[in-house]
Structures are given as C-alpha cells and as structure tokens.
C-alpha cells in the first residue's frame, strides 16, 4: 500500500525537520481499501511526526511516534501515553532505528478504544509522553481528519 510506505518514510525523516519545517505541520487523513491513516506532519512532504494507520481487515491500530528517548536501543519496550483533554491511554510501544536516515521510531498496536477517539477530538493539544520528554501537538482539524481512521477502525 503506497500510503503506508510515504508514511514510514516520513516518520524516518521526522526528527531531522528544523524547526521552520515543523511550522507546516498539520492533521492529514487517507483512506484506501487496506485500511485509512491520520498522520500530523507536514503536507507533501516526508515529514511525519506521528502516525494511526488502521488495517481494513484486522481493524488493529498502529500508533507510530518519531521521537528519540534515553539509550535508544532497537527492541526497547517504553510506555507512550497520549493524552488531552479528552482523558489519557498508555500505549506499550517497541522502538527502532531507521537506516535510511537514523531517526528512532516508537510503535504500538492497539484497537481503537473509546478512550483513543476522545483523546483525538476533545482538547485543543495532544500530548504525548515518553520518558521524561513531552510533545505537543495541536488538535486544530484532528476530529474531521480521524473521521475515516474511526470508521475504517471503530
């Protein structure tokens, strides 16, 4: 699916963005007949910060998160919690480096829990916790753009 292989290698690309680049970040949804996507990173662009894919078939939820933690170590468990005003959801999340450009990626599979809509469509910023670090992320267009991830998912 050619949607996930952008995505992947957005999240790759994500933490060499400079910050100017950051700027243009926002809520991008896709959909296909394997599964839909939200991803927040910058449009037409190999910029992702974060990425929900949902597999049509399975409805599994993948949340991938581009962040570097304290001895990043391919295979390392880390719990990721994403919260809002929404409420909270620890996610146990396996880390890994990328060859193509080095940037470390956590991911987590889950199914969309009630929990998960809410921390994407009530608030104005997503959270998202690992070790001692914390992202931010405005959920300005979240809600509209989850739309499809909820159906293909929920």
């Known amino acids: 699916m050619r949607v996930t292989v952008i995505a ?3 999240l790759l690309a994500a933490a060499a963005v400079p910050v100017s680049g950051q700027e243009g970040r926002q809520w991008i949804a896709s959909q296909s007949p ?11 662009s190999d910029d992702v910060l974060l990425r929900f894919s949902c597999d049509a078939t399975t ?5 991938a998160f581009a962040f570097e933690p304290v ?3 391919d295979g390392m468990q880390l ?13 146990n999340a ?15 599979k889950t199914s969309l829990e009630p929990e998960l809509r809410q921390i994407l469509t009530q608030g104005e910023t997503l959270s998202i916790m690992v ?8 959920l300005a ?9 909820f159906e293909q998912c929920g």
């Open 8 to 10: 992947l290698a957005g």
């Open 34 to 44: 394997e599964g839909a996507s939200l991803i927040y990173g910058t449009p037409q």
């Open 59 to 63: 409805k599994e939820l993948t949340v």
């Open 71 to 73: 001895g990043a170590m």
């Open 79 to 91: 719990d990721m919690e994403l919260f809002s005003d929404g409420g909270g959801l620890v996610l």
């Open 94 to 108: 396996t880390g890994e480096r990328m060859l193509m450009d080095d940037a470390f990626v956590l991911e987590a």
């Open 131 to 138: 070790q001692d670090g914390v992202e931010e992320i405005p």
């Open 141 to 149: 267009g979240a809600a509209k753009d989850a739309a499809a991830l």
